[in-house]
């Protein structure tokens, strides 16, 4: 059974850090890309970012760029989002995944994990 399990959401102030965790299980990094998706109170879940576990290709959404990278530990099964320099409209509930690259296509999802930046 494939599962992704989302952590590291919280409440974070304007300005600060924070690093979101996937830890995947039922496949071997490699098959799937992996990525974060976010939705925001009353709108439509967007892509925010994807990485290939093959050769490590990665993108972004223009939102975030040069705030937020993405990364994974093949070894661990895990794949991380690191968030700097957080705005308020970065608040929803982020999601992973694993789909094909540039994750136009998903195949699994986690069950999310609330971020909340207060102004």
């Known amino acids: 059974e494939v599962q992704l399990v989302e952590s590291g959401g919280g409440l974070e102030q304007a300005g600060g850090s924070l690093r979101l965790s996937c830890a995947v299980s039922g496949f071997t990094f490699g098959v799937y890309a992996i990525g974060w998706f976010r939705q925001a109170p009353g709108k439509e879940r967007e892509g925010v970012s994807c990485i290939s576990t093959r050769d490590g290709s990665t993108s972004y959404a223009d939102s975030v760029k040069g705030r937020f990278t993405i990364s994974t530990d093949n070894a661990k099964n895990t794949a991380y989002l690191q968030m700097h320099s957080l705005k308020p409209e970065d608040t929803a509930v982020y999601y992973c995944?694993?789909?094909?690259?540039?994750?136009?296509?998903?195949?699994?999802w986690g069950k999310g994990t609330l971020v909340n930046v207060a102004s």
């Open positions: 995944a694993a789909g094909s690259y540039p994750c136009n296509g998903i195949d699994f």
